[in-house]
């Protein structure tokens, strides 16, 4: 029996138009609310900076502020060309060539993703600075001094690119390979009759053909870089993002810091923008997979060099830094279960589960309100949700302070002057508003993971639904949310140890007293405890490393 079936009574047709109507009005009133507070943020940044005193920018201007643009765009160019390379020549290799090895290290070459940045950065700071491993035993076995040798520095903008390129190229990897499975397997032959080789063919025919997912992977890579703090601040390369947190801790001058912020959420908005009108109207056609492509014979030492160039990564970004975290935390004087040390742990969960509970619950909402209700609003609402994954998390905790710090300000002098009551501060420096700027940064991932598992439910299973009765929460609750359970707990898991890895904002915004691991492993870094810095960095990779071995399992079954 369908929804206009004539044998369904008017009395049942009214009930359940009601029911409906209702719900989807309040859906609909919660939706636009949750839209106009992911929209806040970047409102906040606009007046204040405009409103905001121009005398602490002049300064800047004047003197720190051309070194910030140019090292953030140099920054964004090195990690660029390096995941570009490094996510696009091992995603071909595996995909399209067979050597020693190839299937474990197409799963491994995604594990980078489990650390963050500035993880990485402490561990190679323990290995190649002056006092470190390396340059210990060169003096050693070499007899010289220090002033005998050049080394590279690892505390610069090369070695911070470094960092960022080694966490960062799985996001090109990924789509890339992707891109290279789903192409049709003639064209690769067609060139290759036509008597291009193995690499010209790959250069006119298959890099073109990936170009869109290719360049999506490094969008993302870009977007982590200008946000990335932790890494450039431990290495003194000052950004953007390092130059947000000094105006606003150090100079004390908000103005100035939403003045930077809202730089560097325009180069955000501008790198979507370039990347979307390089492409333009271009549009790529390959057909269906007919068949599976013969892997190409790379012989014997190309067997081996593809082993080698795909190892590498995976030596530098996962191996290395692991045995290099473990013999620091092993000479530490951190002990893991000191009440302290379970205290950032628990701060840790706390935020990081609640963040995650109520982001995928603010991206059911939102997509439970675009199906039902399609439409401009809807799709608006939708679109402004996911534009926190663009914007640093420095730039939406400046854009949440300001406004909430106003309003608590204005409501303490109010309760003072009427009821000479003093109210404090009730938002500013509250989890909640933390947690707000984690579902704002992070929402864009729970509504992709959402999207994913609702395009398998037909809308034939809504309309029969309604048929029984169901209205939208009825059919959300019942039918939706069981079939969806699998991609709204890997919602769930990514949202997680994001959050768990966030530290620009957790800086600024957490509560007095409020450490997490990440802040922990921060400070410790900062003051040079790099082997303390270990232990709360293991803690952070063992939980990156969840939703990251689900991801393997994904791409182990193609």
């Not at 980078?112 to 561990?123: H, K, R």
């Not at 923008?273 to 549009?283: H, P, T």
């Not at 401009?376 to 663009?390: D, K, Q, T």
């Not at 810095?533 to 939980?543: C, E, F, K, Q, T």
């Amino acid at each position: 029996m369908t929804a206009t079936d004539p044998q369904i009574s008017q009395t049942e047709r009214t009930r359940t138009g009601q029911g409906r109507s209702w719900s989807e009005r309040g859906l609909g009133v919660i939706a636009i609310v949750i839209a106009a507070l992911c929209v806040l943020p970047h409102i906040a940044v606009l007046l204040a900076a405009i409103l905001g005193s121009t005398e602490t920018l002049a300064s800047l201007i004047d003197t720190v502020l051309p070194g910030y643009i140019g090292r953030t765009i140099g920054l964004v160019a090195l990690v660029g060309l390096g995941t570009f390379a490094i996510g696009t020549g091992a995603a071909w290799l595996v995909t399209m060539t067979d050597f020693p090895g190839r299937r474990l290290l197409e799963i491994a070459l995604v594990l980078p993703l489990a650390f963050p940045a500035y993880v990485l950065a402490y561990s190679y700071t323990h290995i190649l600075d002056h006092p470190g491993i390396v340059q210990t035993t060169l003096r050693d076995l070499t007899g010289w001094g220090p002033r005998d040798y050049w080394f590279p520095e690892i505390r610069s903008m090369g070695g911070a690119a470094a960092m960022l390129t080694l966490v960062l190229y799985p996001y090109v990897y990924l789509l890339a390979r992707a891109a290279f499975v789903a192409q049709s397997a003639s064209t690769f032959l067609a060139a290759r009759a036509l008597g291009a080789g193995p690499i010209k063919a790959m250069l006119t025919v298959s890099l073109p053909m990936a170009r869109p997912a290719i360049a999506a992977g490094v969008l993302l890579a870009a977007m982590e870089t200008i946000a990335d703090f932790g890494t450039v601040s431990y290495f003194g390369v000052q950004t953007f993002a390092t130059g947000i947190y000094t105006s606003w801790f150090s100079i004390g001058d908000r103005g100035a810091a939403a003045q930077l912020a809202l730089g560097l959420l325009a180069f955000a908005l501008i790198l979507a923008v370039l990347e979307r009108s390089s492409r333009g109207d271009a549009q790529y056609h390959s057909g269906k997979r007919q068949e599976g492509m013969a892997r190409i014979n790379l012989g014997t030492k190309g067997r081996w060099l593809a082993a080698l160039l795909c190892a590498l990564p995976v030596l530098f970004g996962v191996i290395i830094p692991v045995i290099a975290l473990w013999a620091m935390a092993l000479g530490s004087e951190q002990d893991l279960m000191s009440r302290r040390y379970v205290r950032f742990i628990q701060n840790s969960l706390t935020l990081s589960g609640v963040a995650a509970v109520v982001t995928v619950l603010v991206a059911i909402v939102l997509g439970t309100f675009r199906r039902t209700r399609s439409g401009p609003v809807s799709n608006a609402a939708l679109y402004v949700a996911r534009l926190g994954y663009a914007v640093p998390g420095g730039v939406i905790a400046v854009g949440l302070l300001v406004p909430f710090a106003a309003f608590d300000n204005a409501l303490d002098a109010w309760m003072e002057a009427t009821f000479g009551i003093s109210t404090g501060l009730l938002f500013t420096g509250s989890i909640w508003v933390l947690v707000l700027a984690y579902m704002i940064r992070f929402l864009a991932a729970a509504i992709g993971a959402y999207e994913g598992g609702i395009a398998a439910v037909s809308s034939n299973i809504d309309a029969a639904s309604r048929v029984l009765g169901q209205g939208v929460i009825g059919t959300l609750r019942r039918v939706h949310v069981p079939i969806l359970t699998p991609s709204l707990l890997t919602a769930a898991l990514i949202v997680f140890v994001d959050v768990m890895k966030e530290l620009p904002a957790t800086l600024i915004m957490r509560p007095f007293n409020f450490d997490t691991l990440a802040v922990q492993a921060y400070r410790l870094a900062s003051d040079e405890r790099l082997e303390g810095a270990a232990v709360p960095s293991l803690v952070l990779v063992g939980i990156g490393l969840l939703p990251v071995i689900l991801l393997c399992r994904r791409v182990s079954k193609g």
